[in-house]
């Protein structure tokens, strides 16, 4: 297991353990299932112990659902680009392990005796409510916030690549001047990702935003990340793509098409609206 990703996993479960809003929502629920008492629970226990019940069952299935949400987000990226699809999948690989602890719980309250029909049952109820609230919890703390990409930086060949992207940045310091205040959208970043930028992309509503220091999906339009890029030098050469001065390395042409690469060696698109444009700033930088 790469020990950077198991990382960032932890700290994703540590701001779920340290959100106000996780314990309120959770809370709330609890409080919820207690009044209306789902699945019979108001026919067979009392206030006090649903209460209790459904204390337990919420807390242990919850926080269930959310490491395997977290661990689909940062594992499967590989396989599965969208975040929310990572996320339902992560919801769904809950469930079996959901159903099983929840007919546990319900067996320590005096409840039937486990057996594979009562874990079916208990899975296929597990289904709509792991899923559903499992988007739930995650708007709450995920609102106006990102969800983190896998950092590639963890890995050898990452370090080597954040490592010759930061010197490129260091040696385009020394030809520009000083920026006096850092971007805007750097105080999206968490703070260990909140460097130098050195690219854009747009992935549906979000923007995949690299700096020297890491990367991560932060919930923004495109077209708003780029407002508040402040004095960051750089150009858009493609509806979906923006790249710093620092990042950039050469043109080239593909099968006829216009690329731009990096200095990472990644390379984008340059779209024939922003070929003119992109050719005079590159030039002007070199």
Not at 13 to 31: C, K
Not at 180 to 190: A, I, N, V
Not at 199 to 225: K, M, N, P, Q
Request: proline letters at 5%; one cysteine or more; a positive charge.
């Amino acid at each position: 297991m790469n020990g950077g990703k198991l990382h960032s996993a932890l700290r994703e479960l540590q701001d779920f353990a340290s959100s106000r809003n996780f314990w309120i929502v959770l809370a709330a629920i609890v409080l919820l299932f207690t009044a209306i008492g789902p699945f019979g629970t108001d026919h067979f226990m009392g206030v006090l112990p649903r209460f209790g019940f459904w204390l337990v069952n919420m807390f242990v299935g919850t926080w269930i659902a959310i490491v395997f949400v977290v661990f689909a987000e940062l594992y499967l990226d590989r396989f599965i680009a969208r975040p929310f699809a990572r996320m339902f999948v992560g919801s769904l690989l809950s469930c079996p392990v959901i159903g099983l602890t929840s007919m546990l719980v319900v067996y320590s309250w005096r409840g039937p005796e486990p057996s594979w029909a009562r874990y079916l049952e208990n899975t296929a109820q597990a289904l709509p409510i792991g899923i559903v609230f499992t988007l739930i919890f995650w708007a709450s703390m995920r609102h106006e916030k990102q969800i983190r990409l896998a950092a590639e930086g963890a890995s050898p060949d990452g370090l080597a690549t954040q490592s010759a992207l930061a010197a490129g940045v260091v040696a385009e310091s020394r030809e520009q001047k000083a920026i006096s205040e850092p971007p805007p959208l750097l105080s999206r970043l968490k703070p260990e990702n909140r460097a130098p930028i050195l690219r854009l992309s747009a992935e549906d509503h979000y923007t995949h935003t690299v700096t020297t220091r890491g990367r991560e999906l932060i919930l923004i339009r495109f077209s708003d990340a780029l407002s508040e890029l402040g004095d960051t030098v750089g150009t858009q050469i493609h509806r979906s793509h923006w790249i710093a001065c620092a990042a950039f390395d050469a043109l080239l042409t593909k099968d006829g098409k216009l690329m731009a690469r990096l200095k990472d060696g990644t390379e984008l698109p340059v779209s024939r609206s922003f070929a003119s444009e992109v050719r005079a700033k590159v030039s002007s930088w070199s």
